[in-house]
């Protein structure tokens, strides 16, 4: 089978390592080279068991949607059936949200969560608006740069079961159930919640004054009455004073916005990346 990529690293701890603590993560995630050694991708392949076939599906339908906040799918390989299916994003630094929670020791600051939320919610009512559910929202799914957040893992809920099901709502857990938009609303009060207390189903208390309704409303257990993505958007990033610019994720990235632990941890992520002495290899 072709191996087109040489992997470098790993994005998310070994499951051995986070799986008592850190929420699921789907897929598995890989910061790779290209065989030729020039070019530097986020890598993702199925978990052992998973369906190659409907994994490579979703990706294919993935590099199809466009939204603010999101990484692009570049490429989809492995042959249908082969058991080698595999995705790739462009490459920057990059820490996983639990990643990033234990690299500051503890919840993020709140003006970080307030960032993280209104991007997500800015992804995703751009999606909405495009009549596209993500069906993955959940903590691990959020990936922090030195540019913003970034929203991953589309489609995850139809390709894989492991599901985060903390982050999952309650009206989507029952076998067969489709995913919808307030699945998607449910998985972002989940992420705000994890972000700002280390926990996607905290108690009330936990959760910052300023941010406690906004998360409420998300993870309320009616579907019907949870705010629409663009009202998120517009609580957590709200328009300029006059009224006339909308509210957007971009207007909060201010100096600062990630915790100095964040970035220095995105600094060595990159100096590693550039240590790293890999041959290249011609595939096979």
Known sequence: MERPYRLVTRLDPPESASAAASPTTPYRRFVARSAEGDRTVLFSA????????????????????????????????????????????????????????????????????????????????????????????????????????RLTGFGTARATDRVDREAQAPEEAAAGAVPGTPGDVYGLGAVLAYAATGHTVPERSELPDSLRSVVSACLTRDPAQRPAAAALLTALAPPAPHGTVLGSAASLLTPGWLPARVVAALAHQSASLLAADLPATSGS
């Not at 390989?77 to 690299?103: C, E, I, K, Q, R």
């Not at 600051?109 to 909405?128: K, W």
């Not at 495009?130 to 069906?135: L, S």
């Open 46 to 149: 199925p978990h052992p068991g998973a369906d190659p076939d409907l994994f490579r599906a979703e990706a294919e339908a993935a590099q199809r949607v466009a939204a603010p906040w999101t990484l692009p799918v570049q490429a989809v390989g492995g042959a249908d059936g082969a058991g080698g299916s595999w995705f790739t994003h462009p490459y920057s630094p990059a820490l996983p949200l639990p990643v990033a929670l234990a690299v500051h020791g503890g919840p993020l600051p709140e003006g970080t969560v307030r960032v993280i939320g209104a991007a997500i919610a800015e992804a995703i009512a751009a999606l909405h608006a495009q009549g596209v559910t993500h069906a993955g929202v959940a903590p691990a799914a959020v990936l922090l740069t030195a540019d913003g957040p």
